[in-house]
């Protein structure tokens, strides 16, 4: 469960502009759209729950998690104008922007968030003018909250698994080699309930390498 984290700013100009247009609309207009606390809070745990189902790519996520997306959103305000192109893609695109941001940012020695908990920049200003110059997109970022920046970790961030993190991954693949065997050997009758299972690997063949 997310915290009150979604009634902060997230990003450069997300607050959008009202649906209602007058003349042709350009291309920034139809992307851009108000989202309300819950909707971010829907969105960013959806995409935590795509994470955790194993839909992150190399350099993004799989082909359809759009439409994931939007399903979800839809189930949660049945009533929701939000789709997957433009509303969802441009949401998603303006919080990685600002994610990688703020990764550079606190990347620089004696930069790092506030440790009063308003979830700001904290910098000299000799700081400052260092992350100005190395990225345009910071303007505007140093007395903005950013509340969702370790939440942004997870959905962003590399998706190799190393250390402890690696092993879990592991225990789990052999775990589910192991029900596999058993679940076979059951089904051709090598084995019953009272027979012990701690040899099923060997008796039904070993799939892990």
């Known amino acids: ?27 920034s207009e139809k992307t851009r759209r108000s989202w309300t606390y819950k909707e971010e809070e829907v969105l960013l745990a959806s995409l935590k729950e795509l994470v955790a189902n194993g839909w992150k790519a190399n350099n993004g996520f799989r082909a359809g998690y759009l439409s994931k997306l939007e399903y979800a959103m839809g189930k949660a305000f049945p009533d929701t104008d939000l789709k ?26 004696g930069v790092g968030f506030s440790s009063n908990g308003t979830f700001m920049i904290d910098c000299d200003n000799d ?5 100005m110059k190395k990225d345009a997109n910071a303007k505007g970022m140093h007395y903005k909250a950013w509340p969702m920046f370790e939440a942004w970790k997870e959905v962003f961030g590399k998706d190799r698994a190393t ?3 690696a092993e879990d991954v592991m225990d789990a693949y052999n775990e589910m080699i192991h029900n596999n065997n058993v679940a076979e050997a059951r089904a051709e009758g090598h084995i019953n309930d009272e027979h012990d299972e701690t040899n099923v690997d060997t008796e039904a063949g070993d799939s892990t390498c």
């Open 1 to 27: 469960m997310l915290p009150h984290l979604f009634y902060f700013s997230q990003g450069n100009g997300e607050a959008g502009s009202s649906n209602i247009f007058c003349g042709r609309a350009n291309k």
């Open 84 to 109: 997957g192109m433009p509303h969802i893609n441009s949401k998603i695109s303006s919080w990685k922007k600002s994610y990688n941001s703020l990764m550079s940012m606190v990347q620089i020695t």
């Open 127 to 131: 700081q400052w003018d260092t992350i």
């Open 163 to 165: 250390g402890e993190q």
